[in-house]
C-alpha cells in the first residue's frame, strides 16, 4: 500500500488546461432544454433566453449588455444545436456558460499554467515494476471511499488547487480510512511560489506548498470564498488535518505507467478543456479532447 506521505500526479506535459471535476456540482448541472421550434423565429429565441435567464438567475448592468448577451446566448445555441445534429457520444446544452464566449469561458475558468521542469519530490516510478497482469481491469476510487463529491470552483481559475486537493484527499483516504474533505482556498491564499491564485497555478507547485508548510486545513476550517484572499485569513482553526512529505509525476506520455497508479491511487490531472464543446457538453465522451 501506498505511503500516506506520497501521491501521483499526471505530468502536466501530457495535457494542458484544467477544468477536471471542478466546475460545477450536481445542482449546477441545469440546462434549459430547447426545440426544433425554439429556432424558428426571434420571438421564440426570446422567450428561451428569458426562460434560460430565469433559470440560472441571471441579471445584467444595463439593456445594451442583455442585448450583446442574447447575442451571444443566440450564436451558442447555433453551434450547440449543430454539433447534436452531428454528434451522439455526448449531448450539448444550455448550461449556466450559454451567454459565454469561448474567450470569456477560458478566461474565467480555466487555470493551468504552462508546465515547467519536472520537479516530482521523487525522480523514481514507484509503480515501475508492478505487472500489467496484477493491474484490475477496472478501479473506481469514488466506490472505493476515496473521493469527495464534486466541488464548484465557481468564476475563478483555480482548477489547479481542486485537482491537487483531490489527489491528497484520495490518498489519504486510502492509508486512514477517513475520507476528509481539504481545503482549496488555502492553496489559492497560501500557494503563491509559482501560483496565481484564481489566474492559475499547477499542481507541483501546490503539492510543494503541501509537503513545506506542514499540510492542509479542512474545507470546513478554511472554506473556499471563489477569490484571492490573504494567507491564513479565512482560516477557522490552526491545525492541519492532512499532509504529505512528496510527490512523484507519472512518466510522460506512458499510459501503462499511468494504469498502473490509477489502480494504486488518484491521480491528479489536468485536461484540455479549452475548446467550444467542453463548454456546454453533458454525458460523456472520448472525442471531446481530440476535437476540441
Request: proline content about 2%; charged content about 25%.
Amino acid at each position: 500500500m501506498a505511503s500516506p506521505r506520497h501521491l501521483m500526479k499526471l505530468s502536466a506535459a501530457l495535457l494542458l488546461l484544467c477544468v477536471g471535476v471542478c466546475v460545477a456540482r450536481n445542482s449546477d448541472f441545469s440546462i434549459v432544454g430547447y426545440s426544433e421550434e425554439d429556432l424558428s423565429s426571434n420571438d421564440r429565441l426570446v422567450e428561451l433566453f428569458e426562460k434560460w435567464l430565469a433559470k440560472h438567475q441571471k441579471a445584467y448592468a444595463s439593456f445594451e449588455e442583455k442585448l450583446h448577451k442574447f447575442e451571444v446566448f443566440k450564436d451558442n445555441l447555433k453551434h450547440i444545436d449543430k454539433i447534436n445534429r452531428e454528434v451522439t457520444s455526448y449531448w450539448l446544452g444550455l448550461n449556466e456558460f450559454a451567454d459565454l464566449t469561448n474567450v470569456e469561458f477560458k478566461a474565467a475558468y480555466l487555470g493551468l499554467n504552462a508546465a515547467p521542469a519536472r520537479r516530482g519530490s521523487s525522480r523514481s516510478f514507484r509503480y515501475e515494476d508492478v505487472s500489467a497482469s496484477d493491474l484490475p481491469k477496472s478501479v473506481d476510487w469514488r466506490k472505493k471511499g476515496a473521493v469527495t463529491e464534486v466541488k464548484n470552483q465557481g468564476q475563478c481559475g483555480s482548477c489547479w488547487a481542486f485537482s491537487t486537493v483531490a489527489a491528497v484527499e484520495g490518498i489519504n483516504a486510502i492509508v486512514t480510512g477517513n475520507l476528509t474533505a481539504l481545503s482549496e482556498q488555502e492553496l489559492i491564499d497560501c500557494s503563491v511560489d509559482g501560483n496565481s491564485g484564481c489566474n492559475g497555478g499547477l499542481m507541483d507547485y501546490a503539492f510543494s506548498y503541501i509537503a513545506s508548510s506542514g499540510g492542509l486545513h479542512t474545507e470546513e476550517a478554511y472554506p473556499y470564498l471563489m477569490e484571492e484572499g490573504s494567507c491564513g485569513d479565512g482560516k477557522k482553526a490552526e491545525s492541519k488535518a492532512v499532509t504529505i512529505s512528496g510527490f512523484e509525476d507519472v512518466p510522460a506520455n506512458d499510459e501503462q505507467a499511468l494504469i498502473k497508479a490509477l489502480a494504486h491511487q488518484p491521480v491528479s490531472v489536468a485536461i484540455e478543456a479549452s475548446g467550444r464543446h467542453f463548454q456546454f457538453y453533458s454525458g460523456f465522451s472520448t472525442v471531446l479532447a481530440a476535437r476540441s
